[in-house]
Nanobody
């Protein structure tokens, strides 16, 4: 059993910054990929950023504003968000592709989501 625990969401003014954290716990043999997704009301879930074996990828709408990083010892992924605007308002979800044991298949896990609201 694997759990992803997120934190760091909240209310911020336009142009402000937030840092999201997501810690993985439980039976974990290998984390192949961690990512952040977001979903606004009435819209589909979309990929924000991902990191796999140290290689990072970002959605085009980030435009250099967000940075994804990880702490392997803590099994934690972060999303540093700068220059936030109201269009960034959404529930942000942590995602991890995990192999629980050496003989386990790869499985996707999701956090509960954390609300980010950008408003003046």
């Amino acid at each position: 059993q694997v759990q992803l625990v997120e934190s760091g969401g909240g209310l911020v003014q336009p142009g402000g910054s937030l840092r999201l954290s997501c810690a993985a716990s439980g039976s974990i043999f290998d984390i192949l990929r961690m990512a952040w997704y977001r979903q606004a009301p009435g819209k589909q879930r979309e990929l924000v950023a991902s990191i796999s074996r140290g290689v990072t990828n970002y959605a085009d709408f980030v435009k250099g504003r967000f940075t994804i990083s990880s702490d392997n010892a803590k099994k934690t992924v972060y999303l540093q968000m700068n220059g936030l605007n109201p269009d960034d308002t959404a529930v942000y979800y942590c995602n991890a592709l995990i192999r629980e044991t050496i003989i386990s298949v790869r499985r996707d896990y999701w956090g509960q989501g954390t609300q980010v609201t950008v408003s003046s």
